[in-house]
Nanobody
Framework: QVQLVESGGGLVEAGGSLRLSCAASGRTFSSYAMGWFRQTPGKEREFVGGINYSGGTTNYADSVKGRFTISRDNAKNTVYLQMNSLKPEDTAVYYC?????????????????WGQGTQVTVSS
């Protein structure tokens, strides 16, 4: 069992930055690939990016590539999402998720565990 708790969301102006954190419980964090997803009302949950066990492999949605960076610290059981050059269309609830795999899948249905989400609002 893995429990995930996101933090770091908030209100920021367009062009600004935020860093989200996702703290995981359990001693097997390093055996899970981690993903970040986001969702707005009435829309499907959207893949933002993912990172493998070691942090050596990442992938990103085209919409955030070059602006967002995922990293992880397995000693702290935490994964991060650094978001730069934020745009109003980045406004969403952001979720972290864990999958017992070494590959950071893009499909939300693959993930085994989810956090409760944190709101990110980007004003224009």
């Amino acid at each position: 069992q893995v429990q995930l708790v996101e933090s770091g969301g908030g209100l920021v102006e367009a062009g600004g930055s935020l860093r989200l954190s996702c703290a995981a419980s359990g001693r097997t964090f390093s055996s899970y690939a981690m993903g970040w997803f986001r969702q707005t009302p009435g829309k499907e949950r959207e893949f933002v990016g993912g990172i493998n066990y070691s942090g050596g492999t990442t992938n990103y949605a085209d919409s955030v590539k070059g602006r967002f960076t995922i990293s992880r610290d397995n000693a702290k059981n935490t994964v991060y999402l650094q978001m730069n050059s934020l745009k109003p269309e980045d406004t969403a609830v952001y979720y972290c998720a864990a999958v017992h795999s070494n590959y950071p899948h893009r499909l939300s249905r693959v993930y085994d565990y989810w956090g409760q989400g944190t709101q990110v609002t980007v004003s224009s």
